[in-house]
């Protein structure tokens, strides 16, 4: 039996959300783990910890997403959803125009990410491809959380999407040194903040990217 409490979202770090909203990110919280049975969505470890560990982590970045010029929002390598259905529960209520385009190449996961988009009425776009194989992509956000390391993310801006403002990452306690090793190779501004679920890592907003020719 899972133990109820784990579901209890009091708190959404430095956020002021409706009952609604909370009882829908407790309801996602809920999902993953019944689904987690079935297929890898997130660590058996992290389980008892999703509200710190996922739910919270992701709802983080919602200051860098909250702003005039978003309208779409991409999450590469989504997995369970991560951060994008989080973002687009939170989003709901803030700005009728909000879209979320989520890309899992796993058949599993897609299917269970089109089912929380469903049950949470998300604007939203599922593709069941490999991001590495599609071109000519438009958004006004690309995001991601545990898919790949910040060169082959920043490859893949360059590589895949025709248009782009902002790149949103989660780097952990060598986050200024990545950033560091890709000023080598790229030339880009960034803002960041400091992790609320971990003291070691940061979040940043990548904007201007372009690849120096060396």
């Known amino acids: 039996m899972i133990d109820s ?39 058996k470890s992290t389980e008892k910890s999703i509200k710190h560990r996922h739910i919270e982590d992701s709802a983080q970045t919602i200051e860098f997403i909250d702003k005039n010029d978003i309208k779409i929002c991409t999450d590469i390598g989504s997995g369970a959803g991560l951060p994008g259905i989080v973002l687009g529960i939170l989003m709901k209520p803030k700005k009728s125009v909000f879209k979320v385009v989520f890309y899992e190449k796993s058949h599993h996961k897609s299917i269970f990410i089109r089912d929380m988009t469903k049950k949470f009425n998300l604007d939203s776009e599922i593709r069941q491809k490999n991001i590495f194989n599609e071109k000519n992509l438009n958004t006004d956000v690309i995001i991601s959380r545990a898919f790949k390391p910040l060169p082959i993310i920043f490859q893949i801006a360059q590589n895949n999407f025709k248009n782009f403002k902002y790149i949103i990452l989660f780097l952990g306690k060598s986050g200024k040194k990545i950033l560091d090793d890709a000023h080598k190779s790229w030339t880009f501004d960034y803002e960041e903040k400091k992790s609320s679920t971990n003291q070691e890592s940061i979040i940043v907003k990548i904007s201007n990217l372009r690849k120096k020719n060396v």
Not at 12 to 19: H, K, P
Request: charged share 40%.
């Open 5 to 43: 409490d784990i579901y209890k979202l009091d708190k959404i770090t430095d956020l002021n959300v409706s009952r609604e909203t909370l009882k829908e990110l407790e309801d996602y919280s809920r999902a993953v783990i019944l689904k987690n049975k079935d297929i890898n969505l997130i660590s």
